[in-house]
């Protein structure tokens, strides 16, 4: 049994903000995979079978710098190993349209990843980032991350979130080396 969970903020006034595009790709597999999702965990969480492995989607509907204590609880109630969760989360250092495959280490400033290392109590989980690039320089961090894609940057966005999910199949299908070959940019 695998995980792979997005990080994002729940409600509408968040959705389509850059800090959501890991929602946006757990969206994008679900669709791909006809996933219906119930809330357990303090998440949306549904699952689908795999080359005969059952793979559990999940969206922490908790705010960014807390989604660690429903990951928490989602493996430990199956007990599933961190090495087993890929987490899919924003990068501000990779520009808009990259991604990057990471198997472990530490948050990189990312206040999701630092709260699911802190509530798993190790940094070896796997981490697909999605870049969404760095902010003008008179718009500070908190306030880029929460703005939405606009002009062509939408079309950008949405083809990497497709990208994103059919790299993900493809670590499904092979294992992380082949994705982060292929998709590692």
């Known amino acids: 049994m695998k995980v792979i969970a997005g990080l994002g903020n729940p409600g509408e006034k968040y959705a389509s903000t850059r800090h959501n595009i890991g929602f946006m790709v757990i969206s994008e597999l679900a669709d791909r995979f006809k996933v219906n999702s119930s809330y357990k965990f303090d998440g949306l969480v549904g699952d689908f079978f795999f080359g005969g492995e059952k793979i559990i989607l999940f969206q922490p509907m908790k705010y960014m710098n807390t989604s660690g204590q429903p990951i928490f609880k989602l493996l430990d109630y199956f007990q599933i190993e961190p090495a087993d969760?890929?987490?899919?989360?924003?990068?501000?250092?990779?520009?808009?349209?990259?991604?990057?495959?990471?198997?472990?280490?530490?948050?990189?400033?990312?206040?999701?990843?630092?709260?699911?290392?802190n509530n798993l109590g190790t940094d070896e989980f796997k981490r697909l980032k999605i870049g969404i690039g760095r902010p003008p320089e008179n718009l500070p961090v908190p306030d880029f991350v929460l703005t939405?894609?606009?002009?062509?940057?939408?079309?950008?966005?949405?083809?990497?979130?497709?990208?994103?999910?059919?790299?993900?199949?493809l670590m499904l299908k092979e294992d992380i080396m082949k994705a982060m070959n292929k998709y590692n940019g």
């Open 85 to 117: 969760l890929l987490v899919i989360h924003d990068d501000l250092d990779l520009e808009l349209g990259k991604m990057r495959f990471k198997q472990n280490g530490g948050s990189g400033g990312h206040n999701g990843i630092k709260s699911i290392i």
């Open 148 to 169: 939405t894609f606009q002009g062509e940057e939408k079309d950008i966005s949405r083809r990497v979130v497709e990208e994103a999910a059919s790299a993900v199949e």
